[in-house]
C-alpha cells in the first residue's frame, strides 16, 4: 500500500509541476517574448498587435479536413495547404480561401499531384486531376480528373471537369470548356 501511495503522489505532483498554463497581461507598449538566454524566437507587441517569428516556421504536411495539421486558416476557412490523397505524389500548393479541398482521392501516384490553385475557390472541385494550375478567384472551380491544365483568370476554365491539356488566359476565357482537349 505504501508503493501505491508513494506512486500517486509523485503523478499527482508531477501533474502540478509540469502541466502550466501561462497568462500575462501586457501593458500599454510592452513586449512578450519566447526566447532562450541569447535568441528571441517570437514577440508579441502590445502597441501593434503584431506576433513576429524571428526564426523559421516550420509547418507539418496537410492531413485530412478534421486534423487541421499543415493549414493556415483564414478566419475558419483554410486559405494555405498542400493537401495530397494517400498514395499520391503530392507536390500541390493551394493559396486563397478555400483554394483546393480534402478530398482528393488516388489511385496512382501521379493521380492528385503537383497541382497549383492560387485564388478564391481554385481547383476546388479536383478529384484527382494531376499537374493542373490555376491562376484566379474560381478558375477551374469545376475540375475533377482533367490534367495538364492552365487557367489564368477570373472563371478561366469554369466548367471544365475532365478535360486535358487545356489553356485560357483572361477573365472568363475557356469558360465553356468541358471535356474536350483544347489550346487557347
Known amino acids: 500500500m505504501k508503493k501505491f501511495s508513494l506512486f500517486f503522489v509523485f503523478c499527482f505532483c508531477s501533474t502540478i509541476l509540469f502541466g502550466q498554463n501561462i497568462t500575462n ?16 524566437f517570437l514577440t508579441l507587441t502590445q502597441s501593434t498587435k503584431e506576433v513576429n517569428i524571428l526564426n523559421g516556421l516550420r509547418l507539418e504536411l496537410t492531413g485530412n479536413s478534421t486534423s487541421g495539421t499543415g493549414v493556415i486558416f483564414k478566419g475558419t476557412d483554410r486559405f494555405i495547404h498542400d493537401f495530397k490523397p494517400p498514395i499520391a505524389g503530392g507536390n500541390n500548393t493551394f493559396v486563397g480561401i478555400n483554394s483546393g479541398n480534402f478530398t482528393m482521392t488516388a489511385d496512382a501516384i501521379e493521380q492528385g499531384s503537383d497541382n497549383t490553385g492560387l485564388g478564391f475557390n481554385s481547383l476546388i472541385g479536383l478529384t484527382n486531376g494531376r499537374q493542373n494550375t490555376a ?12 490534367s495538364f491544365n492552365t487557367a489564368s483568370g477570373y472563371q478561366s476554365l469554369f466548367t471544365n471537369t475532365t478535360g486535358y491539356r487545356n489553356s485560357a488566359f483572361g477573365n472568363i476565357s475557356g469558360s465553356t470548356v468541358n471535356s474536350v482537349k483544347m489550346i487557347n
Open 135 to 146: 491562376l484566379g478567384s474560381y478558375s477551374s472551380v469545376s475540375t475533377t480528373t482533367g
Open 25 to 40: 497581461t501586457l501593458g500599454s507598449n510592452g513586449v512578450f517574448y519566447i526566447k532562450d538566454a541569447t535568441t528571441d
